[in-house]
């Protein structure tokens, strides 16, 4: 099946957590336009609060510097949750430090991006995570 049927056919849901309201929008926009339904989190206690809960998330985006846990203590806590076990989770930061790359991957991240990004390139790693390698 072509990828853009994929796109254009996929209603799953994404949660995206970021304290800078620009990302948010660039990202909601872009993904909701590719098929995406979005949840957005303004900080990592948003975030936790929507991964403690029951709503399905084919996938979330987590930026590391945020108010209240950053993203990879909510990395962390979301590996806790018997439920989110299997949720593939990217790692957004504007550091791109390799201690930072690191510890993600250490704690169960899928992926890793730093900003700035491309949309579309984002969008390409989302639909691998989604589908597998
Ligand atoms: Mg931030």
Known sequence: MPDQ???????????????????????????????????????????????????PYEVALLDIMMPGPNGLEVLEAARLLPHRAGLPILILTAKGQDTDREAAFALGAEDFITKPFSPKKLLARIQKLIRGP
């Open 5 to 55: 049927d994929l796109s254009a056919s996929h209603r799953g849901r994404i949660l995206v957590a970021d304290d800078e309201p620009h990302i948010r929008r660039i990202l909601a926009t872009f993904l909701e336009a590719s098929g995406f339904a979005v949840d957005q989190a303004i900080d990592g206690t948003q975030a936790l609060e929507l991964l403690e809960g029951p709503v």
